[in-house]
Every structure is written in structure tokens, then in C-alpha cells.
DNA sequence: CGAAAAGGTCAACAACGTTGACGTATTCTG
DNA sequence: CAGAATACGTCAACGTTGTTGACCTTTTCG
């Protein structure tokens, strides 16, 4: 347990590193807050947002698909999935193939949420971006490619 | 809500802000993952994180200030801090000035604890920031910051 | 002394997700 | 073709968390 005080030039500090742990909370809550608010707005909640997300990415999804993306049961997928489909967001239709597969998708309204969502989150990496300058841009890529290499990467 | 395209060159484009909110997932979830397994080891979870965390950042925390900052009730602190004391982690002591007002802070092994997480943490922080070289790393902070910015940054 | 502040605690709720158990089409297979 | 398996849907009982409300104690302060 001996704070082993290493000689070697470490490349970044305690200090630095404690403010990168914080910085990364108040950055993922901007990010995240305009979306949340636009979602509760509709009494909706993040599940609605991952669905809506994931399905955006992969129209004609199955719902079995949708339920091992999201590592949650069918009964926690199900009420979320009709709120969605009831308010017009989603479309649910029988597959060609297989008549007992639901295909999921957006409607055009649910395109348009899910754009908007996304639109937000965009504006604050586009602005960040751009103020910090395209080198800043590549070295904040790198150091996170290099963050999530340590978990589970897709 | 029409799609307006900016012809101006933008410093980024769409497949870069995707990628930038994905990266920024699996960068957190590989920063929480081993803190999350120690604690969920010892039966503890986010809350009793967070309060570690703060009170290792502000010995002699009141039990209304540790409330407001971590804005929850006093019930849902309640149970956690009483957890957190059972299992030696943390005192809480009348304070001087005034006897209502109980002071937290850490035992030698909750510090132990609280920096084992911290130091978890840095592992990769440091990690990444060595692998990505220093300049990357000014250039991390700086998107980083301009991000938090948008936030109600402390 | 009496009001106010800091805490503690019991109890009723509400949100969310989980497991378990069935029920219904639909497709696949021996 | 009959039965097993698949993809979903749904009712029900829980467990976890955090919330609000109400009440009580100790301590401080006007």
C-alpha cells in the first residue's frame, strides 16, 4: 500500500489525472442533458432513447436483436417498445421471411426525434471541436480510442 | 428542422460525432468497470461511491452538505452512510463548533478503499495518456473542457 | 424559554427492471 | 403431418432505489 513514489517522469500528474476523471463527468452531462430533457418532455425515458438510437442505426431490426443490444428482458423491452409505437415513433411489421419476427423501425416522426436527439449531442462535439482546433480534435480521438481499448470495444 | 447543409467545411463530420459519442461510452464503462467490481464485492454500490469520493475530497463533510451535493434526500443517504460506518469506512463525529452537525470523514481504510477505486482509474487514465504522448493529451483536456463548458461546470 | 436547524427514522409510494410461468402464432424437423 | 422449437406478448410477484411526508431528538440562538 506504499505510495510508491515512481522517479520516472510519470506523463501526467495525480492532479491531472483527478481532473480528468471530473472533467469526463461534466462533459458526458452536457452531452447528455438537452436529449434527456427533450425525451422527458414526452414522458419518455433513456430506454425509449436507446431503442430510438439503436434502432436508427439498424432499421428492420427484430425485436429479439433489439433485446440482446440492449441486455434487458422482453418484459422490461415491451411496455417502452408500444409507448413508442402508440406515439407514432416506431413501426412494428411481421418480417418477410419469418412471420414471427417483428421488424422494428422509425417512422418518419421518430426519424425526426431521434435526429433531433442526436442533433443535440452533435452540436456540443461539433462546438468543442471546433473551438479546440483539429489537432486538439485528433489527440482527444486518440486518448479515448486508447480509454476504451481497455473495455469491452465494439 | 430541415437538415441544413452547411456547405462550410465543418471541422468535423457526421461519422466523427458519432463516433465521438460511442468512444465516449466505452471510454467511461472502461473507466468504471474495476471500481464497480470492488465495490459490488464489498455489497457497496454508486451511492456509497460517490459519498466516498466526495468525502475523500472534503474531509469533515456535514451530512447536509454531502446531501445537497450529491442532491438526494437525507432517507437515501441515510442507509448508505450507516453501511459505509458499519464496515469501517467512515466516522462521523460531532463537530466542534456545533454539536448537530455530524463531520464524515474517512477511517484509514476507507481512504485505503477510496484510493484503491481513484487509483484504478488513473491506471488507465495514465495509461491512455502515455500511449497517446503528451501532445495528444493537451489536446484531450482542451475538448474536454470545451465540452464541460456547455455543462454547469464547478 | 421557545423557535429554528441538523439529523435520524418509520412508512407509504413510485419507477424500473428481473425472474417465473403461460399463451399464441409460426416455422422447422423427424 | 405431428411435435418440438422459435419469436413474441403478457400477467404477476419481487427487489432495488430513491422520493415524499410526518414525527422525534439534540443543540443552538434570539
Same mark, same amino acid.
Given at each position: ?22 472533467? &469526463? ?21 433513456? &430506454? ?104 469491452? &470495444?465494439?
Amino acid at each position: 500500500m506504499s505510495a510508491k513514489k515512481t522517479t520516472a517522469k510519470p506523463i501526467a500528474d495525480t492532479a491531472a489525472l483527478n481532473e480528468a476523471w471530473r472533467v &469526463m463527468h461534466f462533459a458526458l452531462r452536457a452531452v447528455i442533458a438537452e436529449p434527456d430533457r427533450i425525451l422527458a418532455a414526452r414522458g419518455l425515458t433513456r &430506454m425509449h432513447h436507446r431503442i430510438l438510437f439503436f434502432v436508427a442505426h439498424t432499421p428492420g431490426m427484430s425485436v429479439g436483436e433489439l433485446q440482446t443490444t440492449l441486455d434487458v428482458t422482453k418484459q422490461a423491452l415491451n411496455a417502452p417498445l408500444r409507448q413508442l409505437q402508440t406515439q407514432g415513433l416506431i413501426e412494428l411489421a411481421k418480417a418477410d421471411h419469418d412471420a414471427r419476427v417483428r421488424e422494428i423501425r422509425l417512422t418518419t416522426e421518430g426519424a425526426s426525434l431521434e435526429g433531433k436527439l442526436t442533433g443535440e449531442q452533435h452540436k456540443l462535439f461539433a462546438a468543442a471541436f471546433a473551438a479546440a482546433g483539429a489537432e486538439a480534435h485528433e489527440g482527444w480521438r486518440t486518448v479515448m480510442r486508447e480509454l476504451a481499448r481497455g473495455a469491452g &470495444m465494439a
